[in-house]
């Protein structure tokens, strides 16, 4: 599990901004339920809680939370059917393709940018 400094470094160099609050949410719980915190935020429906809270540029930094914390992205039955251990990781689950899912979130992104209509100021 990384720390709260972690992950707004990880945020800070790729997407520009820490987004401090995102990763406070997502381990709010804790410090009432320890590692099993996750079961509650670090999934699908909490990213899209981000989105609806925050913004689309905040669900992807809690998408990178998430990718770092459980080497990949579950969902909320996923930890209710126990296809996913506490920590929200599968049992084949390696960094190595957390790593590839976070590369594939950053060259989305970065693709996004450029493709953007650029505004020019007069």
Same mark, same amino acid.
């Given at each position: 599990m990384a720390h709260l400094y972690e992950h707004c470094y990880d945020c800070e160099r790729w $997407?520009?901004? #820490? =987004?401090? +609050?995102? /990763?406070? =949410? $997502? #381990? +709010? $719980?804790?410090a009432e339920y320890g590692p099993a915190h996750r079961c509650h935020r670090h999934h699908i429906e909490g990213i899209e809680e981000v989105r609806q809270q925050w913004g689309d540029e905040a669900a992807i930094a809690a998408k990178i939370h998430i990718i770092v914390d459980c080497w990949g992205i579950p969902s909320m039955a996923d930890y209710e059917n126990r296809f996913v251990n506490q920590f929200g990781q599968e049992? #084949?689950?390696? =960094? +190595? +393709?957390? =790593?590839k899912m976070i590369q594939t979130i950053r060259n989305e992104r970065d693709i996004g940018r450029k493709?953007?209509?650029?505004? /020019?100021?007069a």
């Open positions: $997407l520009g901004r #820490d =987004w401090e +609050e995102v /990763h406070i =949410w $997502l #381990d +709010e $719980l804790f049992e #084949d689950s390696t =960094w +190595e +393709e957390a =790593w493709n953007r209509p650029q505004t /020019h100021a």
